[in-house]
């Protein structure tokens, strides 16, 4: 979607970038001209990213270990980023643990294993990078990936639910303290994008045979990773300069189904003609009375 070299001296740390969306996005920004850092738990999986990424787009890859639960550890990243590349223009809050449960079965450790990497990860990264913009006069750009229940809310992913909530509403009030610093602050919500993280954890077998999530979107298809990179580029990108505090949804509409009638799409044409029928019916009776 943007023109070659958009990203050009430019450097942006994503974190989970070793797997997944993170993964896709981090690609896109190489093939943009961006230096990128990747962090994540396992040092084996953000290597080989690396290693791949590098060969196949020419770009520059810094992979450092890192769970974004522990500040000094975050403050690691950033260090060798700086020392690497000179500086870091962008963030982006990718990293997230999930999985799907009745919240009743879920113990205390299991509810605050969630929240921890997905809350306090993206607040700690979010804190220690605004520090060092601050300190240094840097306008850069934090984006977060977010997800559509954050503002919907959802059964069964309810730890998800409530960090994934935190974070998008400390995006929009940093986005309003912070601007005066030119950082911005943005959201994604995306709905279902394929990747083996989130499916053996949120759509497993068992599940799969009951709920496919294809069915409830109206544009009947999941998401590419092409389409999330595109507007995850473009809000890191100094072309979206005026945009802070948004969140941006990408998933075919199907948030838009939680309309009270929107479900309809099965009534067959004759189905609609006794409806008319019925609905006229009642008309002509209710002027007679
Ligand atoms: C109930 C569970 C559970 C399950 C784990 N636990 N899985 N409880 N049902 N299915 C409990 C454990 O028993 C333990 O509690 C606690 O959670 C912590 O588990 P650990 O395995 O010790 O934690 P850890 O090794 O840190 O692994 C974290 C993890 C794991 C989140 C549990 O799944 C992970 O590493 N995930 C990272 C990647 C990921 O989740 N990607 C998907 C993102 S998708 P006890 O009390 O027993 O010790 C996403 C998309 C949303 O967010 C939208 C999609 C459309
Ligand atoms: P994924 O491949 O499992 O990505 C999650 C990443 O987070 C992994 O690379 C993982 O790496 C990293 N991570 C987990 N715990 C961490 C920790 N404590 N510290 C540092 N990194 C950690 O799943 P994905 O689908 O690409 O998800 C990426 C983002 O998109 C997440 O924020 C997710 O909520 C969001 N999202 C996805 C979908 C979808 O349909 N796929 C929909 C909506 C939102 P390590 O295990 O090596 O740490």
Redesign the pocket.
Known sequence: MLRDDALKGKTIIVT?GG??LGKSISRYLLQLGANVTICS?RQSVIDETAQELMQETGGKVLAVQCDVRNPSEIENVIAQTIEKFGKVDGLLNN???????PTE??????????VD??LRGTYYFTLAIGKYWIDNKIPGVVLNIS???ATTGSGY?VP?AVA?GGALIMTKSLAGEWGKYGIRLNAIA????P?K??W????PEPLMKMMD?VSRIPLKRVGEHGELANLAAFLLSDYSGFITGETITIDGGEVLMAGEFSHLENVTSEQWDDIEQSIKQANRASKKE
């Not at 990293?95 to 449960?101: P, R």
């Not at 079965?105 to 969630?114: H, N, P, Q, V």
């Open positions: 989970g797997t997944g738990r990293s997230a643990g999930n999985f799907i449960s079965r879920l113990s205390y450790k299991a509810f605050d294993t969630i990497i997905v997800t559509t229940y992913v998800s994934k995306p709905g279902p994008f990747t993280g989130a053996d954890r949120l759509f999530p």
